[in-house]
């Protein structure tokens, strides 16, 4: 899941470049990972999150840098929040009991105010009324051997959504060694 929130793409209220040198924006950068985690995979869902849940045709027709600018330009019609479209994916697994061996989340867990003075929608309440760590229980209920990773790209840009009772990887900043670091957490003990 790659999100594409106003904090990502520099629309919510601020700048997302990743140094103030650079036109580059934290979205391009969890869409550019994301994309090559999805290129290198068999079976995979790659879905954009904003106030709705986009799914990615991945079309292997094109080449990685083609199908990240298109996977891109979708992201800007997820809309500017953050919550809906992650919890529609978790609510779909859950209700349809679909099987998940990993869950890679792309953000910058800037999470929007929802309600109450000092909650979060994401963490707390939900756009739906509901309350994200249950959802995301339910989820682990469902899929209880799913690997869940959470790149906190922006690093420094908001707080951590996870219970970390569900064993969630968490990594922040961004390189090319994020993709060792998932593939370690994915093989298990066993293969180490």
């Known amino acids: 899941?790659?999100?594409?929130?106003?904090?990502?793409?520099?629309?919510?209220?601020?700048?997302?470049?990743?140094?103030?040198?650079?036109?580059?924006?934290?979205?391009?950068?969890?869409?550019?990972?994301?994309?090559?985690?999805?290129?290198?995979?068999?079976d995979v869902?790659?879905?954009?999150?904003?106030?709705?849940?986009?799914?990615v045709p991945i079309d292997r027709s094109k080449g990685l840098l083609e199908?990240?600018?298109?996977?891109?330009?979708?992201?800007?019609?997820?809309?500017?929040?953050?919550?809906?479209?992650?919890?529609?994916f978790l609510r779909k697994c859950v209700d349809e009991k679909i099987r998940v061996d990993n869950l890679v989340i792309f953000s910058d867990m800037v999470i929007g105010t929802g309600g109450g003075k000092y909650s979060t929608s994401w963490y707390g309440i939900g756009p739906r009324h509901e309350n994200f760590q249950n959802l995301m229980k339910e989820f682990k209920r469902v899929n209880p051997q799913c690997n869940i990773?959470?790149?906190?790209?922006?690093?420094?840009?908001?707080?951590?959504?996870?219970?970390?009772?569900?064993?969630?990887?968490?990594?922040?900043g961004w390189s090319d060694k994020i993709f060792n670091l998932i593939e370690a957490n994915c093989k298990g003990y066993k293969a180490l």
């Open 1 to 42: 899941l790659v999100d594409h929130s106003g904090s990502v793409r520099g629309d919510g209220g601020g700048s997302s470049k990743v140094s103030a040198f650079s036109k580059t924006t934290t979205a391009m950068i969890g869409n550019l990972f994301g994309s090559m985690l999805a290129w290198s995979q068999r």
């Open 67 to 88: 199908f990240n600018k298109d996977s891109f330009n979708l992201g800007g019609k997820c809309g500017g929040g953050t919550e809906q479209g992650i919890y529609d």
């Open 149 to 172: 990773i959470s790149v906190n790209i922006e690093q420094t840009g908001g707080k951590e959504v996870m219970d970390k009772s569900l064993n969630v990887l968490q990594i922040s």
């Open 45 to 55: 869902y790659m879905g954009l999150f904003g106030d709705k849940l986009i799914q």
